[in-house]
Antibody
Framework: QMQLVESGGGVVQSGRSLRLSCVASGFTFSDYAIHWVRQSPGKGLEWLAG????????QYADPVRGRFTISRDNSKNTMSLQINSLRVEDTAVYYC??????????????WGQGTLVSVSS | EIVLTQSPDILSLSPGETATLSCRAS???????IAWYQHKPGQTPRLLIY???TRAAGIPDRFRGSGSGTDFTLTISGLEPEDFAVYYCQQHGVSLAFGGGTKVEIK
């Protein structure tokens, strides 16, 4: 059974940094692109970033480029999202999601349960 | 950047009725790169449709995706109680983006 489990969320002050992790199981992690998506309170889904199976290609949404960094360690079946200079508007549930198929971009057919990040001013 | 606009924002229907959800892209998108998701409060999003019209594993056939170019539609025939949720379209042809969502609520 394919599974993604996020961790690293919590309450943090604005201006600080945070690193979220996503651990995969049940599939060959090194074969697939993985992405981060968030949902702020009362808002819709927002795509943030994605990384190819070999970490060669990284893509970011314009609003977070330069402040968010995505990475992966295939030896540990783990993908991470480093968030710097946290802002109150970064408060959200952060999900990692697996791409259906072998491309960097695609539909997300496996999602983690999400980790909550709450940024205080 | 391709922007997806979903309409209506809220759809109030009764169980058994048919829901028609619209997703309009700011520029043409290949059918291959359109997906639809269902999201309920406190749950993870669930992939319903990919490639514009292919149902994901385990998705009942009352969910149907269609469209091309800039206009895409998700149709839910015979709404079941468990179908009341928020629905998002997604494009992954040029970068990636979600639409703003349509909430299907019980009338």
């Amino acid at each position: 059974q394919m599974q993604l489990v996020e961790s690293g969320g919590g309450v943090v002050q604005s201006g600080r940094s945070l690193r979220l992790s996503c651990v995969a199981s049940g599939f060959t992690f090194s074969d697939y692109a993985i992405h981060w998506v968030r949902q702020s309170p009362g808002k819709g889904l927002e795509w943030l970033a994605g990384i190819s199976y070999d970490a060669f290609t990284k893509q970011y949404a314009d609003p977070v480029r330069g402040r968010f960094t995505i990475s992966r360690d295939n030896s540990k079946n783990t993908m991470s999202l480093q968030i710097n200079s946290l802002r109150v508007e970064d408060t959200a549930v952060y999900y990692c999601a697996k791409v259906l198929g072998g491309s960097v971009l695609g539909a997300f057919h496996v999602w983690g349960q999400g980790t909550l990040v709450s940024v205080s001013s | 950047e391709i922007v997806l606009t979903q309409s209506p924002d809220i759809l109030s229907l009764s169980p058994g009725e048919t829901a028609t959800l619209s997703c309009r892209a700011s520029q043409g998108v290949s059918r291959t790169f359109i997906a639809w998701y269902q999201h309920k409060p406190g749950q993870t999003p669930r992939l319903l449709i990919y490639g514009s019209s292919t149902r994901a594993a385990g998705i009942p056939d009352r969910f149907r995706g269609s469209g091309s170019g800039t206009d895409f539609t998700l149709t839910i025939s015979g709404l079941e109680p468990e179908d009341f949720a928020v629905y998002y379209c997604q494009q992954h042809g040029v970068s990636l983006a979600f639409g703003g969502g349509t909430k299907v609520e019980i009338k």
